[in-house]
């Protein structure tokens, strides 16, 4: 399944909503970097102070290169968000997305993305 994702922002929340699907390759997670950094210039908040929702129902079970991929772009201090909360399907994804992220201000969801979005704009 090819990769796809889209990136929206809802400045006047300090919100960036993801959508991820398919099997990504560096060059795909590359190009996802770039429209996430593009698409963080739209918010009004400082540096690290956005929130994030990701929707990862649609993904696939990744690669160990995408893995490590992924892991750079979670962990790059200069554009982390304040907190994430991840919405997932799979259990090996989500095992996959919890090595990735390595972090403590995220929170995994199953199901429909309103919970995860919940908590976000509650914290």
Not at 53 to 70: C, H, K, T, W, Y
Not at 89 to 100: D, G, H, I
Request: proline share 3%.
């Amino acid at each position: 399944m090819s990769p796809r994702f889209t990136i929206t922002t809802t400045p006047a929340l300090n919100l960036v909503t993801i959508t991820m699907g398919g099997f990504f390759a560096q060059a795909d997670i590359d190009a996802f970097e770039h429209a996430r950094n593009v698409a963080h210039r739209e918010l009004r908040c400082g540096p690290n102070q956005h929130i994030t929702l990701v929707d990862m129902r649609e993904m696939l079970i990744q690669s160990q290169e995408a893995i490590v991929g992924f892991q750079r772009v979670l962990n790059n201090h200069a554009t982390k968000s304040k907190r994430i909360a991840i919405v997932t399907s799979k259990t090996l994804s989500r095992m996959q997305v919890e090595r990735a992220a390595e972090r403590r201000d995220v929170q995994y969801f199953s199901g429909e993305p309103t919970e995860a979005k919940e908590w976000l704009l509650a914290g």
